[in-house]
Nanobody, 116 residues
Framework: QVQLVESGGGLVQPGGSLTLSCAAA????????MKWFRQAPGKERELVAS????????NYADFVKGRFIISRDDDKNMVYLQMNSLQPEDTAVYYC?????????WGQGTQVTVSA
C-alpha cells in the first residue's frame, strides 16, 4: 500500500523559509519520480516541482524557480521541498505525490501559510 506522509508546514512571515518533508512507503521509492503539488483555497491543484530518479533531474514551476529546491534521499525514502523567500501567494496545502502505473498517489497534505 502506497503511503506518503507530509510534514513541516506551518505559519511563516513573508520572506521566510520552510522545508517540507515527505516520507514514502509501500513502493519502490528509488524508481519513482516524485512531485510536490499545492492547492490554494478556491484554486486548482498545481505542480510545484518534480525530481527524477537516478540523475535526480529537477523541474520547477515558473512561480517558484530560484526560490524552492526539491531533493530526495533514497536511503531514507524521503523527498523534501526547501522553500525560500516565501510570499503570501505561496499559501496553500502542499502535497507530495508519485505516479505508479496509471495512478497518482497523494499524501494528506501539509498547510503552509505565509502571513505577517
Amino acid at each position: 500500500q502506497v503511503q506518503l506522509v507530509e510534514s513541516g508546514g506551518g505559519l511563516v512571515q513573508p520572506g521566510g523559509s520552510l522545508t517540507l518533508s515527505c516520507a514514502a512507503a509501500g513502493f519502490n521509492f528509488r524508481s519513482a519520480y516524485m512531485k510536490w503539488f499545492r492547492q490554494a483555497p478556491g484554486k486548482e491543484r498545481e505542480l510545484v516541482a518534480s525530481i527524477t530518479t537516478v540523475h535526480r533531474s529537477t523541474n520547477y514551476a515558473d512561480f517558484v524557480k530560484g526560490r524552492f529546491i526539491i531533493s530526495r534521499d533514497d536511503d531514507k525514502n524521503m523527498v523534501y521541498l526547501q522553500m525560500n523567500s516565501l510570499q503570501p501567494e505561496d499559501t496553500a496545502v502542499y502535497y507530495c505525490a508519485t505516479v505508479i502505473g496509471p495512478n497518482y498517489h497523494w499524501g494528506q497534505g501539509t498547510q503552509v501559510t505565509v502571513s505577517a
